[in-house]
């Protein structure tokens, strides 16, 4: 049975294979990709795409020398200009004006781009910089705008997924080398979540030609984490039980089948939860946000299943030798009660209240550091590790032009009330210019260039009172757009998508936690510790991101994406350990059975927790700013929930409450 089990897993794996390497064909990182279909910005990519040319996209450029421009200098950025109309303009006869600052030590020109560049806007970007490095000695150039902005970070994530994966495999084999001391053991592991990756990544590829939704480079690194730091977990409470039964059992497939029996309710359940949470994602609007729904959901199943199947059967192939030099013996006993584990239960019993009551105070007061997050990170401040081009020009353009740093916005109007918008565009306080541009049957394009810098307060509130002004005359058929507008409709729709999901996860975590243990009291003081320690890392996270790091802010999405892996994935070692003081009560009763359940389930899932919070933690090794305060939020909320929470939190609650933790049930009436 065994083998037949290896045997069809390997067939799995060299069909499903080249599956897995079509992922990245359909992954999408456009601004639209990311946005709400009901969002104004959304609509106005839509209808531009309807206008000649196709979808509008902008280059800056911007010359400087910082000693002051020299004569030679305008005839560069003449010259250069001629050069870029001609192969990339819209409009050779009409180029924009060259404009100097005030300070006289920068020339800046915008250069709007044809359609097809706009579809190739890493190659138009990169041709651009190649075409300008002939510059005079001591003249700099940067290529900026809105197009550059999202070559340079279709660069950044396009390297992600490769760089991502070898950094989470070299730190997962490094953790189970170090936990299990084993010139073999490690490797079975290592191999099947390997195996469960490159499943996951075949099943969302499928998925993305059945069904209509969107994959990011965001889900992407997430899956891979995910099913690294998940598998893996699955992994070590399997093992640890297996162990156990090696001991007991003479065969290691009656041993398997009984670890199995064991643990795989408890790896059920805990792999259920975090499912059900993810789905939730599903009631989101933002698109980056309910795609890592069916994403994330995927890649937990793949893991569940590679590691209930794949895994058990290497194992027992390998027999007990694949734990050499720790090899369990048939018969030894198990040696749980004198770990640390079984004294911290000891202690924790006799400082019950103060076992609890510190350490959610601590965390009430690390959870104050979430007062004034800000929740809004700025288009120029997403890079974490270098600064590109396009970031260094564009922060030029703003001091060297501080009248002029307005970044254009558009406004879709239908031909029949063109006129009357624009007079309303052009009506609206903190508008410096506005004017008509393409149109076609259906829409008709007005550029608008604000006063305000990009994503200022004040050009925010313009943005605003636009679509107030012209709504009043055009209704809903009146949009406004433009890469702030995509900013602002993102930041809205993540703070909705915030209040009506987290509520969801909670609902639906209860309701297994509820069916799981058979009790109301335990799942209402699990999920309770669980959003403490969350609000306490999110505080603690966000003094880390603003003192220490220096971000700019937190990016939108990532108290959200924080909440459902921290909630579910913390749940889950609340499970592992639940589920085992609840077989230890039954006999021993709930005090017992809770320093019984500690002592038995401690070092594994604190080991676990490491494992999980060192594969989030990979993501802060990467180039963008979301996802290394994605990966650092999780990971340090995952060892708060392990070390402190479950360790300390629960069991202290647990035993504090004696048998009412499990009322309504049998154990509660038992006592």
């Keep these: 049975m065994p083998w037949l089990m290896v045997a069809v897993w390997v067939g799995l794996v060299v ?7 079509k992922l990245e064909s359909v992954t999408r990182d456009g601004q639209a990709d990311y946005l709400p279909a009901s969002a104004q910005s959304t609509k106005v990519l839509q209808a531009e795409a309807d206008l000649p040319g196709g979808e509008n996209g902008l280059l800056v450029i911007v010359h400087e020398r910082p000693s002051g421009l020299q004569p030679g200098d305008r005839d560069a950025a003449v010259r250069g200009q001629a050069e870029l109309t001609e192969q990339f303009g819209t409009d050779a006869g009409t180029p924009s004006e060259i404009v100097e600052s005030k300070d006289g030590t920068t020339l800046m020109y915008g250069l709007s781009l044809k359609g097809d560049a706009v579809a190739e806007e890493a190659n138009a970007t990169a041709d651009a910089r190649q075409l300008l490095e002939d510059q005079p000695d001591g003249l700099d150039v940067y290529v900026t705008g809105p197009t550059a902005l999202g070559a340079d970070m279709d660069e950044v994530f396009d390297a992600v997924d490769s760089r991502l994966l ?14 299990y001391r084993s010139p073999l053991l490690w490797l079975v592991p290592l191999a099947s979540v390997g195996v469960a990756a490159v499943t996951s990544m075949g099943v969302v590829y499928a998925l993305t030609q ?30 640890s039980r297996y162990r156990e039964e090696l001991h007991r059992h ?43 729904g069916p994403v994330g959901a995927a890649g937990i199943g793949a893991a569940l299943l590679v590691m209930l199947t794949l895994f058990p059967a290497l194992l027992v192939l390998l027999g007990r030798g694949v734990f050499w030099p720790y090899v369990p013996r048939l018969g030894a006993e198990v040696r749980a009660s004198g770990s640390r584990w079984a004294r911290l239960g000891e202690l924790v019993a006799r400082r019950r209240v103060v076992g609890w009551v510190v350490p959610m105070v601590v965390l009430g007061g690390l959870a104050l550091g979430t007062v004034g997050v800000n929740s809004a990170l700025p288009q120029l401040d997403q890079f974490a590790r270098s600064t590109p081009d396009s970031v260094t020009g564009a922060k030029l353009a703003e001091a060297r032009y501080p009248d002029q740093g307005g970044q254009p916005l558009t406004v879709m109007s239908r031909p029949g009330d063109s006129r009357e918008v624009l007079a309303a565009v052009q009506g609206t306080s903190g508008v410096a210019s506005a004017e008509l541009g393409r149109s076609s049957d259906d829409w008709v394009e007005i550029s608008v260039i604000p006063n305000d810098s990009p994503e200022s307060p004040g050009e925010t509130a313009t943005i605003k009172r636009l679509r107030e002004n012209v709504g009043e005359v055009a209704g809903k058929s009146a949009l406004v757009g433009g890469p702030s507008a995509e900013k602002l409709d993102e930041a809205e729709t993540n703070k909705s998508d915030r209040n009506l999901v987290m509520p969801l996860i909670l609902l639906v975590v209860l309701a297994i936690l509820g069916l799981l243990l058979r009790a109301i009291v335990a799942p209402l003081v699990l999920v309770a510790t669980v959003v403490v320690s969350y609000f306490g890392a999110l505080g603690l996270c966000n003094l880390l991101f603003d003192h220490v790091l220096g971000f700019a802010g937190m990016e939108s999405s990532v108290p959200l994406i924080g909440f459902l892996f921290l909630v579910a994935l913390g749940v889950d070692y609340n499970i592992f350990l639940m589920t085992r003081v609840r077989e230890e009560a039954v006999r021993h009763g709930t005090v017992d059975g809770t320093k019984r359940g500690l002592a038995a389930t401690g070092g594994v899932i604190t080991s676990a927790g490491v494992v999980l919070a060192a594969t989030f933690a990979v993501l802060a090794s990467l180039p963008l700013v979301m996802l290394v305060e994605i990966g650092l939020l999780v990971a340090v909320g995952v060892l708060i929930d392990t070390l402190l929470v479950r360790s300390i939190v629960v069991p202290a609650l647990t035993m504090s409450l004696g048998s009412r933790i499990w009322w309504p049930s049998k154990l509660w009436r038992a006592g």
């Design 15 to 21: 069909g499903g294979y080249s599956l897995a390497g």
């Design 166 to 179: 070898l950094a989470t495999a070299v730190v997962v084999a490094l953790l189970l080398i170090a936990t």
């Design 210 to 239: 059945i069904f209509d939704f969107t994959i990011t480079s965001m889900s992407s690194a997430l899956l891979i984490v995910l099913v690294f730091g998940a598998g893996t977990d699955y992994a070590l409470l399997l093992v």
């Design 250 to 292: 003479e065969r290691p497939i009656d041993a398997m089948l009984a670890a199995l029996h064991a643990a795989g309710p408890a790896i059920l359940a805990s792999a259920a939860t975090v499912v059900a949470g993810l789905l939730c994602l599903l009631a989101a609007d933002l698109n980056s946000i309910s795609s890592l």
